[in-house]
């Protein structure tokens, strides 16, 4: 993870698609049929890697798309990684299925990306920071009723 990181952060794409490759190659070498990348933030270059990758590759965003369909959810809420609240890969995706999302403030965002970085990916489940992200979400759909009721 600090390796895929590192290059998110200093947006070197081109340098992340060949690392996610290479180890892409390493299953397929040591017989995988097929890949699953589970986590968000490296789906920034998923379509180039799924293009070169000697495998086929399933993509966390589809199935959650999918599973959003197969629920009949049309409006979202989006938690994440900065790179994921503000990259266009899951609106690419839910946006082709007819499902909007919504993305916290550039506010909450920083909160959430602090609180995933720093204590969840540690393993540290903090009940203020679980009591933080409940309150985001609760703003984010007071919000989105205003804005709603704003559009009729």
């Known amino acids: 993870m600090t390796a895929m990181r590192s290059l998110v952060e200093a947006n070197e794409l081109a340098s992340l698609t060949q690392y996610l490759l290479e180890e892409i190659k390493r299953l397929a070498g040591a017989g995988a049929e097929f890949g699953f990348m589970a986590s968000n933030t ?18 966390i965003v589809e199935a959650t798309c999918q599973a959003a369909q197969g629920q009949g959810l049309k409006r979202l809420a989006l938690f994440g990684t900065r ?5 266009e890969f899951y609106p690419q995706v839910f946006s082709r299925a007819g499902i909007a999302l919504v993305v916290p403030s550039t506010d909450e965002q920083a909160y959430i990306h602090d609180k ?22 609760d703003r984010m759909r007071e919000r989105d009723k205003r804005a709603d009721s704003g559009r009729h």
């Open 42 to 59: 490296p789906h920034i270059v998923f379509d180039s890697v799924r293009r070169q990758s000697p495998i086929p590759l399933i993509s």
């Open 83 to 87: 790179f994921t609240m503000q990259g």
């Open 116 to 137: 995933y970085m720093n204590e969840l990916v540690l393993g540290a489940f903090l009940p203020e920071t679980r009591a933080g992200l409940l309150a985001i979400a």
